[in-house]
């Protein structure tokens, strides 16, 4: 090469493996990929103080988490609550909601419980009281009770998991479904594990 810098000419230069865009610059194959979404149970201890609920949920807001349901109650600890947090995301999505959480004042602790934990939902299902045995036999099927019975509907419990709150209000719809309350996932590590013991 006769003048300029010296080195080889830029075609002669060896050129890093990877696909290039447009304008000739690498793509990093992993910024690329696409997570496909899946559901996870995030369990958090918070301090029981007002206003916790709002700063929980004005964060998912903030970070467009898709929150698919969210429960809180109390501990064995008069301080704290816990919430029960169901979101769809991305796994960097859920890394992100887990890490955000953290950051959070009144949070103590946060664990993204397992596949296999304790998963139960509570539905109210009220129904056309036009056939009150029918609905009794149909509640009976799921291991629910009538919970209240008028001449012009019925309301029934259902305990259980998703699957089976989904079930039965799929049966239920024979008789005419009027209104559906659920309290969205509430969850509990299996065996002694505890999320007391995290903090």
Known sequence: MTGGMPGPAPDERMRPKGRRNTQGIRVDPEAEVTHEPRQAVLSALVKHRPGVLSEVSALFS????????????????????????????????????????RKLVPVVSVRELEGEAVRRELALVKVSGEKPDDVNAVADMYDGQAVDASTDSVTVEITGSKQKIDAAIEAFKQFDVQEIVRTGAAALERGPKTLEKDV
């Open 62 to 101: 903030r970070r467009q988490f898709n929150i698919e349901s969210l429960t809180v109650g109390p501990t064995v600890d008069d301080d704290t609550a816990r919430m029960t947090i169901l979101i769809e995301e991305p796994e960097p999505g859920i890394d992100q909601a887990k890490k955000q959480l």
